[in-house]
């Protein structure tokens, strides 16, 4: 069984940067690939980007390529999302999450964390 903790969420204002960080425990960190999705206020829960577990692969969403950027370090058990150039739409709950392979599926992942809060103001 995997635990993910995120953390690294808050306010900010557009145009600003965050990077969120999420740590695993419980498993073989090396073995998942890593992804993040987010969930806006009354909206479903959508894909954000993902790392696979070898090969160093990624693979975003079209409305954050270019201003988002996955990372993850094996020896840390962490996986990061350095999200710049923050617009509003951008708020939303964000999800760590570890499956077999690197998807926009939400099926494709066996493990969640709780989410962390992102605000971005106008």
């Known amino acids: 069984q995997v635990q993910l903790v995120e953390s690294g969420g808050g306010p900010v204002q557009a145009g600003g940067s965050l990077r969120l960080s999420c740590v695993a425990s419980?498993?073989?960190?090396?073995?998942?690939?890593m992804g993040w999705f987010r969930q806006a206020p009354g909206k479903e829960r959508e894909f954000v980007a993902c790392f696979s577990w070898s090969g160093g692969r990624t693979y975003y969403a079209e409305s954050v390529k270019g201003r988002f950027t996955i990372s993850r370090d094996n020896a840390k058990n962490t996986v990061d999302l350095q999200m710049n150039s923050l617009k509003p739409e951008d708020t939303a709950v964000y999800y760590c999450?570890?499956?077999?392979?690197?998807?926009?599926?939400?099926?494709?992942?066996?493990?969640w964390g709780q989410g962390t809060q992102v605000t971005v103001s106008s």
């Open positions: 419980g498993g073989t960190f090396s073995d998942y690939a």
């Open positions: 999450a570890a499956g077999e392979y690197c998807s926009p599926h939400e099926s494709e992942y066996d493990f």
